[in-house]
């Protein structure tokens, strides 16, 4: 996959039911974050997706600061420290995507500890699921740094909580959804 210079591709790559790659981005964006105590010119980390067609012409570029608020989260750190600077934000730390057989995409944000579905035709969320997500959880049931999202022939929801309940515990865990 040719990549845009401004983007670094990670985690995660598939095969969409279009025949297309589908592959997880991060891009360095200068974010305003005096109204919450941050720099007025703070470097975030801003997660997003790449459809990319075989010849490598990209079909759509999906950036997680069009639809989800970058001023949740004040602080530098993480991951992306080592690329952007030491005083860069990895605000989401996008680490899985998946197609479910309707065509929407399933996007892990670790950070935020929540599943987003995009829908395959406007691009928009349809729902989240996680940490202050569309839908409620038994305490025992929260996640934390969840990767690998998926959705079985059952119909049920597959993922790897890497910091799970009980503290600090990996474990896997899956979800009956009624996503209507």
């Known amino acids: 996959i040719p990549v845009p210079e401004q983007y670094f591709l990670h985690h995660d790559i598939i095969v969409n ?10 891009k360095g ?3 305003d974050k005096s109204s919450i105590g941050g720099d007025e010119e703070t470097l975030v980390a801003v997660d997003g ?3 990319v067609e075989k010849d490598g012409t990209i079909v759509q570029d999906w950036s997680a600061s069009d639809h989800i608020d970058p001023l949740e989260i004040v602080g530098s750190g993480g991951f992306w420290t080592g690329t952007l600077g030491p005083t ?3 605000w989401l ?12 995409y399933l996007f892990s944000m670790a950070h935020k500890g929540q ?22 959880l038994a305490p025992e049931d929260v996640f934390e740094y969840q ?10 929801y597959l993922l790897y909580d890497n910091r799970g309940l009980p503290v600090n515990q990996c ?3 899956e979800f009956s959804l009624d996503t209507n």
């Open 171 to 173: 474990r896997a865990l």
């Open 147 to 156: 990767h690998a999202i998926s959705y079985t022939k059952d119909g049920t």
């Open 29 to 31: 964006e200068i974010i």
């Open 17 to 26: 039911d279009q025949n297309q790659y589908v592959v997880l981005r991060v």
């Open 93 to 104: 730390h996008a680490n899985a995507i998946f197609q479910q057989d309707d065509g929407d």
């Open 49 to 51: 997706f790449l459809v």
């Open 115 to 136: 599943i987003a579905c995009v829908d395959n035709d406007t691009y928009s969320i349809k729902w989240a699921f996680g940490n202050n997500g569309d839908f409620d």
């Open 88 to 90: 860069s934000e990895d």
